[in-house]
């Protein structure tokens, strides 16, 4: 007799299965059916999306490095570090001074900067100063005779005829010869 229950059940069941479904009909959803690419979509959609970032920022780096001063007076060259200044080192002050210390007549020969941005890393490798609307990194001659020793944290080291010159930003931002944007 179960034998002909069991029948029946699997004849109803299959007549159910080859009906068209009505509103009233209860229909199962099998719980193996859930979506189970999403991580991947996902992992795909941040690499797109990193590759994006750094190709942008990549750009914006090569394109501020392309930007020519606006201002001739200073007469800036762009990263020359073959041509330093050739001044014996037994000449040149270990310790850097004070832009206000340095003699009159030499204070007076460093051309006009106008210092915009400065970014200070303990990499050195990282550390730029934007002078006169050029970027600059360390080692790099700003003129014939003026050359960006160091970039330190409150402003530049130049080496300027034998003289090492600290120019500190909050300091000579202040006075007229070199301006803050």
Do not use: C
């Not at 106008?114 to 050195?124: A, G, P, T």
């Amino acid at each position: 007799m179960s034998y002909i229950l069991d029948a029946l059940k699997k004849t109803e069941q299959a007549e159910r299965n080859r009906q068209i479904p009505t509103l009233d009909t209860v229909q199962s959803i099998s719980k193996e059916s859930h979506n189970t690419w999403w991580p991947f979509w996902l992992a795909i959609t941040f690499m797109i999306g990193t590759g994006i970032i750094l190709q942008i920022d990549k750009l914006q780096h090569e394109n501020a490095k392309n930007v020519n001063p606006l201002s001739e007076e200073a007469k800036f060259k762009p990263d020359i570090r073959e041509s330093i200044v050739s001044i014996p080192l037994d000449k040149i002050n270990h310790l850097p001074i004070p832009l206000s210390a340095l003699p009159s007549n030499l204070k007076n020969q460093i051309p006009k900067m106008k210092f915009s941005s400065h970014i200070f890393s303990s990499d050195s490798s990282l550390r730029s100063v934007t002078i006169n609307n050029q970027i600059y990194q360390e080692e790099d001659m700003l003129t014939d005779e003026l050359y960006l020793q160091e970039i330190s944290e409150d402003g530049i080291i130049v080496r300027y005829q034998g003289y090492l010159v600290q120019i500190s930003f909050l300091d000579e931002w202040q006075t007229g010869k070199f301006t803050k944007n």
